[in-house]
């Protein structure tokens, strides 16, 4: 059968292939311990699932408008109030199937043949593909452990062509935890407001931040940059909603209609079930979310302090989200290393060690190459203590065995 150019340029997500394989092993009886996609493992909050019931009980079981119903856009905008400072009206926002679905419309909707977006690397895995799924072209920039995996506005201002139209800023990022400050925000806000492209700014790690810092996105300011942002957020990771696939979007309105009629046209709404069920999220008890980053932080010493103990590890504690990211190159010098290539040939490293993780450890980890950099690989540790001082532990053993 012949395939469009647009799906065989693009490959299988690798954090949701990673997680598939580990459960392919599990499902054979094999013992493995995942740290591939990035899901936290408690349940979703009990209020949140009395809101579902709630709603097909009462029938609302029916579609919806293709951009959500307006109790859930209020909730969204009440949102961005109270966390955000943010105002918006209610034709501002939308409701899409999931943080992922959000900026796929949104690319959509954005790019013609040939435009680029910039994208900071190590990036999340699906953000380039998303753009060349678009016809649009990824522009990546890179960043390295010493610039704390933040580009510079120096960077910033060299990658910008009359092709770009937008750039991504995902802070707390997927997959190093990196985190922009207010001043740091700033000094690229001053590059960027000197050309005409949209701020994309993906907060789904938005809550997800430890050492008591607050967050702050590039809409927050000022007026203008506001203006020329949109803002995608989702309940998945806060809320511990990853299944329900609610993500949602705030921006120029003329823009969230294009959405709205992509949207018509594709999914239609989002489940209303999950709508309802987000409404409580957003509107209900915030404290849930605490609790949350009380254990993520617990575990994030457990992992980085861990990963830092196996030769060749030099692991940075990630100031957000749920990732740990350690640099790997010393694992390629070790004397056994050349032996592990012979096992477990290809061009990246860090598919060679994931492979021999995998294998040896029965431990599931993401490639840094699916990030864009070859030098690291990424642990989840949206996962339980347990798992994480085991998982580490096999990990220990079979590194140590390359000395
Ligand atoms: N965003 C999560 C991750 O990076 C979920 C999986 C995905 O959709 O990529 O693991």
Redesign the pocket.
């Given at each position: 059968m012949k395939f469009s150019s647009r799906i065989l340029n693009i490959k299988p997500?690798p954090?949701?292939e990673v997680t598939a394989l580990a459960n392919a092993m599990k499902a054979k009886g094999i013992d493995v311990i995942g740290f591939g996609?990035?899901?936290p493992d408690f349940d979703t909050p009990q209020s949140i699932k009395d809101a579902a019931v709630r709603a097909i009980e009462s029938g609302k079981t029916k579609y919806t408008p293709a951009g959500g119903i307006a109790e859930l856009k209020k909730a969204i905008v009440h949102k961005f109030k109270r966390d955000n400072a943010l105002e918006y009206a209610t034709s501002e926002v939308i409701v899409n199937n999931g943080g992922?679905h959000s900026f796929y419309n949104l690319m959509q909707v954005l790019l013609d043949p040939g435009e680029e977006v910039l994208i900071p690397a190590p990036y999340?895995?699906?953000y380039p593909d998303m753009v060349m799924l678009a016809g649009g072209t990824p522009i990546i920039i890179e960043t390295s452990r010493d610039s704390g995996y933040k580009i510079t506005p120096q960077q910033l201002q060299a990658a910008i062509t009359k092709q770009t139209r937008a750039i991504v800023i995902n802070s707390p990022s997927?997959p190093t935890g990196a985190t922009y400050s207010r001043d740091e925000l700033s000094a690229l806000a001053e590059v960027l407001v000197q050309h005409d492209i949209l701020l994309i700014s993906d907060d789904i790690y938005e809550s997800i931040l430890y050492d008591g810092n607050a967050f702050v996105n590039i809409a927050n300011l000022s007026e203008e940059l506001k203006k020329r942002s949109v803002v995608l957020n989702g309940v998945s990771k806060a809320y511990s909603m990853t299944g329900w696939r609610i993500g949602y979007m705030a921006g120029d309105e003329s823009l969230i209609k294009k959405i709205d009629i992509l949207q018509s046209q594709s999914t239609s709404n989002p489940t209303s079930i999950s709508q309802w069920a987000s409404v409580e999220a957003l509107m209900g008890d915030q404290r849930v979310i605490a609790e949350m980053v009380n254990a993520f932080d617990r575990r994030r010493r457990i992992i980085v302090n861990g990963l830092n103990e196996i030769p060749g590890f030099d692991c940075i504690m990630p100031p957000g989200a749920f990732y740990a990211f350690p640099d790997i190159d010393g694992v390629t010098r070790l004397p056994g290393w050349k032996s592990i290539v012979e096992r477990y040939p290809g061009p990246y490293a860090s598919s060679t060690l994931t492979s021999y993780l995998l294998e040896e450890a029965r431990v599931a980890v993401v490639p840094g190459i699916a990030f864009g950099i070859d030098r690291n690989i990424r642990l989840?540790f949206a996962t339980s203590d347990d798992n994480i001082i085991e998982g580490v532990s096999r990990m220990k053993e079979v590194v140590g065995r390359l000395i």
């Open positions: 997500s954090t949701l996609s990035g899901e992922k999340w895995v699906s997927n989840s």
